[in-house]
């Protein structure tokens, strides 16, 4: 057996994942004169922000807050999100040649739709400012030593120990296992003493099994705009029904507040009140079955479904009272019992990670460890749908950037 040497770097710090967060503190590190070498597992940089928003990026959101992020400590994102503001994402962004264009709530898009063009901005300027990146690069584990760490990897699959100075941990979260995602961020954390906040996938559908599938199933492909909401959130956007359960923003958005065992409740006619539009269409025309009524509000397939739970044949006219707030009751507080979700196949983000009590909310280096630094997803902080993690990902690699 061969005992592998130690090599010391010349570099200010390691970077662990290049991915979104990484990339961002290479380049911003470059900035400040400070040389990195972002170590990538996969063979190529990038590979969530490639498929990200659909293959397009949604890069940043134009009303991204505080409000908008899960964590056990909300005001620890705060810190971070001022440093790097949206407008500061828009304007570097412009700077080298993405232009924003806004789909939907504040989503920001390239222009030319490519989260390709995202990519080759950080790794144009991480090959003009001089910093290395190196591919195929697995980091196994790290080590605290007297010089700094000692990271353990396996470079182009050659076992080496790479010593520096500062390490940062920008490894990701544990959705998309087949695209590379690994724990390694939440091992690192639990080896070195820092606690590590309970972890489960986040903006993913939610499963329906048992005597309702079925409904949903024979409803696969319909989408409606609604308010869903539990007991911490509420959010008006499309749902959309699968074989399997329930899927679309407005669901992926609630998912990230959902635990199992719990209801969600789906107003299925946001903004308008059933009780009103009947009483309207009784006076023009109370002949009208309630099925024929429903389905000028909804597909007619959605229509047949939910007509299924009522009175379907009953003219308006003569609907009684109790029928009128059994209507009302199912369109408006539509309650559902998930009994899973689709899990880290199918999230966009993890919830949870390396606790927020373990850093500096203004450096996001940890308390304990001097010299090592976690950023992006794997730190508890969550964002919503819709260009908020992206902005947290810029924001923590340039905070840590400026402590490197
Ligand atoms: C399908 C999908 C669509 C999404 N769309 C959007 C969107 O439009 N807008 C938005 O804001 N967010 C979106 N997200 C979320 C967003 O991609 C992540 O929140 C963001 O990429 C997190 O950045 P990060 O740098 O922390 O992690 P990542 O971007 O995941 O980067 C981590 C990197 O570390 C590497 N790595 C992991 N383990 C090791 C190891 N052991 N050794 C070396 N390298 C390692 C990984 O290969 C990866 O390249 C989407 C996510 C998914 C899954």
């Not at 998309?176 to 972890?199: N, Q, S, Y």
Request: glycine content about 10%.
């Amino acid at each position: 057996m061969t005992t592998k040497i130690a090599k010391q770097t010349n570099f200010d710090a390691l970077i662990i994942g290049g991915g979104a967060c990484g990339l961002m503190c290479a380049v911003q590190a470059g900035f400040l004169g400070k040389r990195v070498l972002v170590l990538e597992k996969n063979d190529k940089v990038g590979a969530k922000i490639l498929i990200s928003g659909g293959g397009r990026c949604n890069y940043t959101n134009l009303y991204a807050s505080p409000q908008q992020f899960i964590s056990q400590n909300e005001h620890f994102c705060k810190s971070a999100l001022s440093k790097w503001t949206v407008e500061d994402a828009i304007t570097f962004f412009e700077t080298y040649g993405i232009i924003g264009k806004e789909k939907t709530l504040g989503q920001l898009f390239p222009e030319s739709d490519k989260a390709k063009d995202v990519v080759n901005i950080f790794t144009g300027l991480c090959a003009d400012l001089g910093q290395e990146i190196w591919c195929n690069a697995q980091v196994n584990d790290i080590q605290k030593v007297e010089s700094g760490f000692e990271v353990y990897a396996d470079i182009d699959g050659e076992p080496q120990i790479l010593i520096a100075r500062k390490v940062v941990v920008a490894a990701g979260g544990l959705p998309i296992p087949k695209m590379g995602a690994t724990d390694l961020g939440l091992k690192i954390a639990r080896k070195l003493g820092l606690a590590v906040t309970e972890t489960a996938p986040a903006l993913v559908p939610l499963t329906i099994t048992g005597k309702d599938q079925p409904w949903y199933e024979q409803l696969s492909g319909n989408s409606i705009f609604c308010r869903v909401w539990n007991d911490q959130a509420s959010f008006e956007e499309n749902i959309l029904f699968t074989h399997w359960g329930l899927s679309g923003p407005a669901i992926l958005q609630i998912s990230s507040y959902w635990r199992p065992g719990e209801f969600i409740y789906i107003d299925l006619l946001p903004n308008q009140n059933i009780e009103e539009l009947i009483a309207q269409q009784r006076d023009l025309n109370g002949k009208k079955t309630l099925l024929n009524f429903i389905a000028t509000l909804y597909t007619r397939k959605f229509a047949e479904a939910i007509a299924d739970r009522l009175p379907a044949e009953k003219n308006l006219a003569s609907l009684s009272k109790t029928d009128i707030e059994n209507i009302s009751n199912l369109i408006h507080n539509f309650k559902v019992k998930p009994a899973g979700d689709k899990g880290y196949d199918k999230a966009e983000v993890m919830r949870g990670g390396v606790s927020t009590d373990e850093l500096s909310s203004k450096t996001l280096e940890a308390k304990k460890v001097p010299g090592l630094f976690f950023g992006g997803e794997c730190v508890d902080v969550t964002g919503w749908l819709g260009g908020y993690n992206f902005q947290w990902a810029w924001a923590s690699g340039f905070v840590i950037a400026a402590s490197l």
